[in-house]
């Protein structure tokens, strides 16, 4: 029903920087809270950020605060994450995900979202 492609991702050195973007299919996702969420293998997945729908509010894993940011443009079905000061620790498969219900607040919660894309891969080299 939804579909979210996620790109941008890539190998870069320890200090440098990517944005990641996520394109979402559908009218409504002006409606939509939209998270960003990173996975390495053998372990959970993790929040990383998360936007209300109108892009007022945003909240950060405390691992992330400072150097990433969240941003969306509704006109173009958009979600975006700025890396900034990339660490070795954040290389993972990032994913993007939507959440239709709720999407007037933020949430951290994995379970809040109902659609996920397939994720991009981020690898920050030492």
């Known amino acids: 029903q939804v579909q979210l492609v996620e790109s941008g991702g890539g190998l870069v050195q320890a200090g440098e920087s990517l944005r990641l973007s996520c394109v979402a299919s559908?009218?409504?996702?002006?409606?939509?809270?939209m998270g960003w969420f990173r996975q390495t293998p053998g372990k959970e997945r993790e929040f990383v950020a998360a936007i209300n729908w109108s892009g007022s509010s945003s909240y950060y894993a405390n691992s992330v605060k400072g150097r990433f940011t969240i941003s969306r443009d509704n006109a173009k079905n958009t979600v975006f994450l700025q890396l900034n000061s990339l660490k070795p620790e954040d290389t993972a498969v990032y994913y993007c995900?939507?959440?239709?219900?709720?999407?007037?607040?933020?949430?951290?919660?994995?379970?809040?979202?109902?659609?996920w894309g397939q994720g991009t891969q981020v690898t920050v080299s030492s």
């Open positions: 559908g009218r409504t996702f002006s409606s939509y809270g």
């Open positions: 995900a939507a959440d239709s219900a709720t999407g007037w607040k933020v949430t951290t919660d994995t379970h809040s979202y109902n659609y």
